[in-house]
């Protein structure tokens, strides 16, 4: 069936026609009610009515993630990194997320607090403390760093957004978490790093702005394509970035920016623009993270900027009720992410974030890999609840469960990083 869905092209795009959808609802019906999902088929929140029916998905046109905007089709890597791919992270920056400011005046990092015998003797603790400086400002934020002890060269590292409490990556290792399973990831033979996101900017539509866009960028909240709080997430974990090419102990070239729900976003536009994180994992980030916009499944564009607008630039606003004017979708992302691996993933309990959308939209994105010869191993239909796909550049899981970060994807996230960078 998904064979036959990655084929209708028409016009150099993608279509989904009304014949699929009665093809698609036939297949991931089952799959939904196999894992237990209940069968309500709407819901409504904030005034609108949310569709969980796949019935009612409409026909859409993705854009052709590689047709310029001058209708040429790209054919070769060298055209995709000197036309598309350009075109396309401006279109991002333009339309959802924010143009990243390219410069600021200094950076500094400190050490303020160091373990040796970190987790009884088997790691390495490092408290960082980054501070930006522009204009004669300044930022700072910390950052929890620990090492493999038993190691013979500088470790690979998941450095995690934490979007939740930051007692789940406390450093003292009093409380622990499966949201940061350190020491799981310290056995594993991985350093393990994390910042949390309201340090940098505060998630709150009242107070996001207080941090680094009110003291370094001020210009950007004038501006309709200024970055919000997305951006700023995304511009602090490229900061993070800056101090692991610094810290020997660390291979800088094996970073693995992860991310969940609203970190899963963070990290997955994070890694579009900074092609220094070697890999990327994004857990459950639905709408605008990986989902497709234009399936009007779970949350939509209007939901997402009426309770959380001001994690996207104002031009977003526009297509709350007008998504097929949109020149993307979230294909595109994904597809900014290439060659390097990326892995995502959904929850049976998350129908929120479109779990059939969120896989589309990988798929829709293989295009991309091919031109770089790498191999991508998704299967013709959705894969069914617990049965990730590893050996692939695009990996993937649906899990069974609600929306969260957890021991189950960590494990095929160490998986799927050992198989890519051949630990």
Request: hydrophobic share 40%; with cysteine; glycine share 6%.
């Amino acid at each position: 069936m998904m064979n036959r869905l990655k084929s209708f092209v028409q016009g150099g795009n993608w279509c989904f026609n009304e014949c699929m959808k009665r093809a698609l609802v036939c297949f991931i019906g089952p799959v939904f009610l196999s894992a237990g999902v209940y069968a309500q088929q709407t819901d409504r929140f904030m005034g609108e009515i949310v569709n969980y029916d796949e019935s009612t998905v409409p026909a859409y046109t993705l854009p052709d993630i590689l047709l310029t905007a001058e209708g040429k089709k790209i054919k070769a890597v060298s055209a995709w990194e000197k036309h598309r791919r350009p075109e396309v992270l401006a279109l991002f920056e333009e339309h959802v997320y924010g143009k990243t400011p390219a410069r600021f005046d200094s950076l500094k990092f400190v050490v303020t607090k160091e373990n040796v015998v970190a987790m009884a003797g088997k790691a390495y603790l490092k408290e960082i403390t980054i501070t930006a400086w522009n204009s004669g400002n300044s930022v700072s934020f910390p950052v929890v760093l620990f090492i493999p002890n038993k190691r013979t060269k500088p470790a690979p590292v998941f450095l995690l957004i934490n979007n939740r409490s930051s007692r789940n990556t406390d450093p003292t290792r009093i409380e622990k978490s499966d949201f940061w399973p350190a020491e799981m990831v310290i056995d594993s033979g991985y350093a393990i790093a994390a910042f949390h996101h309201s340090d940098v900017a505060p998630d709150r539509k009242d107070s996001y702005q207080n941090g680094v866009l009110k003291q370094l960028f001020p210009e950007e909240l004038e501006k309709d394509n200024g970055m919000k709080a997305i951006g700023v997430w995304a511009w602090a974990a490229s900061r993070v970035m800056d101090y692991f090419k610094t810290d020997k102990e660390i291979d800088s070239g094996k970073v693995v920016l992860v991310g969940h729900s609203r970190g899963g976003k963070t990290a997955l536009w994070a890694a579009a623009q900074d092609q220094r994180f070697a890999m990327v994992l994004s857990s459950c980030s639905g709408s605008t993270g990986a989902s497709l916009a234009r399936r009007k499944y779970g949350e939509t564009i209007s939901l997402i900027n009426k309770q959380f607008g001001y994690w996207f630039n104002n031009n977003y606003k526009k297509y709350s009720n007008d998504v097929n004017s949109l020149p993307l979708d979230q294909h595109m992302l994904i597809g900014l992410v290439a060659p390097r691996p990326v892995y995502t993933t959904n929850a049976t309990e998350d129908r929120w974030a479109d779990p059939y959308g969120s896989f589309s939209s990988l798929v829709q994105a293989k295009p991309v890999y091919d031109l770089y010869g790498k191999k991508v191993t998704l299967p013709a239909n959705m894969p069914g609840v617990n049965k990730p796909i590893i050996h692939s550049a695009i990996g993937y899981h649906f899990r069974e469960g609600k929306h969260d970060l957890n021991i189950y994807d960590w494990t095929n996230f160490i998986r799927f990083a050992k198989l890519h960078f051949n630990l």
